[in-house]
């Protein structure tokens, strides 16, 4: 039996268990509720009255003998969540072709200047189309996904040879950027024109000498917001309009329809 994530193996019949589901709430509304324990002073610890205490863990040493690379994928994929997904367009050095796909190794880590990090699975080498137009053109558009377009989306990650365009497998649609020569998504509600600022091979643990990954490095250079998104000030993003879609484990994505607010501390 291969698991696929933790409510699926290989063989599972998806359509069926998909189909017993109840139906998506479109018009579900982002609420804001109390955190789980209002009064929490400092010093408390956890807010379940210690329970996960009385837990034990379990130690993974992620290269010990015997131990697939594919076990720690699984397990970072679905323990590492939720993730922003970074849906990247790229457009050829030569201008010929273009490319869109989802990457949820990615993250922002700095605001002055803009930066964004991605991962890609792989090596500089053999890169694939998002990559091989990243570092030849130095330039993308990160795009990020909401509620009203995640199954196109998520048709951007097929497996297409190089040069067939996602944009005409998902239905997606370009719109004009400013300072690069890649499109972004027009159905996005925040776009990011982005410049390469340097990349990072890695290595395999388990098969030394086989580059593995690469880390890019991408500044911020143009956002595209969408108008009813944004503030007067243009400095908030409005999570109910945003409806952001997260990555989860497996062929699981999230949604953000429930959050609470704690107030920053101050010594």
């Known amino acids: 039996m291969i698991k696929t994530s933790a409510y699926f193996t290989a063989g599972d019949d998806f359509d069926k268990t998909q189909a017993s589901r109840p139906e998506f709430q479109r018009d579900a509304e982002v609420t804001f509720s109390k955190p789980p324990k209002p009064d929490w002073k400092e010093g408390e610890g956890g807010n379940d009255g210690g329970e996960s205490l009385k837990k034990n863990h379990v130690e993974i040493d992620p290269h010990e003998e015997g131990r697939p690379v594919s076990s720690n994928y699984k397990l970072l994929i679905s323990g590492v969540v939720p993730r922003p997904i970074a849906l990247i367009s790229t ?20 605001h002055d200047p803009p930066l964004f990090t991605v991962g890609f699975v792989g090596s500089l080498e053999k890169a694939k189309d998002s990559l091989k137009n990243l570092a030849e053109t130095q330039e993308c558009v990160i795009n990020i996904i909401s509620e009203h377009f995640v199954e196109a989306a998520n048709a951007t990650a097929v497996n297409t040879p190089y040069g067939v365009s996602e944009w005409d497998i998902s239905g ?27 990349t990072k091979e890695f290595e395999s643990r388990t098969d030394p ?13 143009r956002f595209w917001v969408r108008e009813d998104a944004i ?16 990555r989860l484990g497996g062929l699981a994505y999230g949604r953000t329809t429930d959050a609470i607010e704690i107030q920053r501390p101050k010594f």
Not at 185 to 191: A, R
Not at 209 to 221: C, D, F, H, M, N
Not at 231 to 246: Q, T
């Open 91 to 110: 457009k050829s050095k030569d201008g010929k072709t273009t490319n869109l796909a989802p990457f949820s190794y990615s993250q922002v880590i700095n």
């Open 172 to 198: 997606l649609h370009q719109a004009p950027s400013s300072v690069v020569q890649a499109a972004r998504v027009k159905e996005s509600i925040l776009s990011i024109e982005g410049k390469l600022v340097e």
């Open 231 to 246: 503030d007067e000030e243009k400095s908030v993003v409005d999570l109910k309009v945003l409806k952001p879609i997260s």
């Open 209 to 221: 000498g086989k580059k593995t990954g690469v880390l890019a490095i991408i500044e911020g250079v």
